[in-house]
């Protein structure tokens, strides 16, 4: 049988997205909120992880995911939010957007634009350990590769508490409903302009936003 393609495939994909932005709660904040509640480890220990890996690393279950979502035409959580797909999946591929984010920052370093050439700097310095730049490159890998590992591990407990699924052992077990029942209370629903159903709000919610402020605040701190 051929797998399905050209316009099918569009229209799937188009499907996904609509459906996502009309179901909001799966679409969480990855950036920066996931960014900033890993910033305590890098800052805390610079010789060990990298900015960018951990940054990446944050973000990348939620790449992982959506990606499958498009493909298969339903976004969603799955496989990237599984401790099996931390390993199998989210740390390559966090590796890979690692690596090719360097690159480009290698590449614009040498832009003529002074401001495009500063931040480009910065994103090279952010890729390695303090003191990493005179290691071996198996040490910088694993350095790299660990910080992704963290990363993707602090959005799977943050997408946890803040979401209430739980799919750490997905495919094997899906415990949707590891918290109480007044986790998921409704005290008042909003209608959003565009979207399908009111939103929720609630202890979830609640948590959801305060980790959001929490986040956002500790990644832009000094
Ligand atoms: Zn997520």
Known sequence: MRPPSGPHVAGQMLDAVIRARLHPARM???FPSHQGLIAPVWRRWPRHFTVLGCAIGAAVPDVVDGAIGLARGELGQGIGHSLLGLFVLCVPVGMALDAATVAAARAVSRSSRRWSALAASHVIRWSVTDGGE???PSARLFA???SVWLGALSHLVFDFVSHGNFLWLHP???GAEIFPAWWHARWL???FPGYTE???VGPHFAVWMVLNVVGAVL???P
């Open 172 to 174: 094997w077990y899906d």
């Open 198 to 200: 009111p939103y929720p």
């Open 28 to 30: 969480p904040l990855a």
């Open 219 to 221: 990644f832009f701190l």
């Open 189 to 191: 629903e909003i209608p």
């Open 144 to 146: 790299g590769a660990c």
């Open 134 to 136: 005179t290691r071996a």
